[in-house]
């Protein structure tokens, strides 16, 4: 019997549908980590809560254009955990990353349409405004994210914004 269920973990390992990491932590342990999270920032004066839930500090604030759902933005940015760990980054020298703002997760649009060209900012993406329940690589379900960003450049800016934007987010990485 433990034979049995010494291959079944290994399997599920192998087909990476466990953590494979010996101190990753349970989903209400992520949730308590969030939580104790969200009211740090709320008690922290540079960083502005909204009402989503999105935490947001502006670092440098730019002087150019603001985007909006429809434009195309170029940015540099680091993604991190609650732990501290980078799962994605696009940073110098490499090109900045470009893509249509309404087709990013909801925190980064709500974001970086608080940003201006040139500026740079830190989010703090709760899961609901990011991947959710939803595990993609290197990011566990309900994790809290954190976003160091750099708006470099807004392409195509709009003044005439959909009315609301879609939900089909493009995984970052």
Known sequence: MLRCCYLFVVTLLVL??????????????????????????????????????????????????????????????????????TFDAQLPPDEPMEFILHQVIPGWQEGLKRMREGGTARLHVPPQLAYGAQSVPGIPPFSLL????????????????????????????
Request: aromatic share 6%; net charge negative.
């Open 16 to 85: 990476n549908l466990l953590p494979a990491h010996a101190d990753s932590w349970t989903v209400a342990e992520q949730r308590e980590r969030n939580q104790e999270h969200h009211e740090a920032m709320l008690a922290h004066p540079e960083v502005e809560v909204l009402p989503s839930g999105l935490g947001f500090q502006q670092i440098s604030e730019g002087s150019g254009a603001r985007p909006s759902d429809l434009s195309s933005v170029q940015v540099y940015y680091r993604g991190r955990l609650l732990n501290g760990d």
């Open 146 to 173: 954190i976003f160091d960003i750099e708006l470099v450049r807004v392409i195509g800016f709009r003044r005439d914004e959909p009315t609301q934007s879609t939900n089909e987010a493009t995984p970052l990485h």
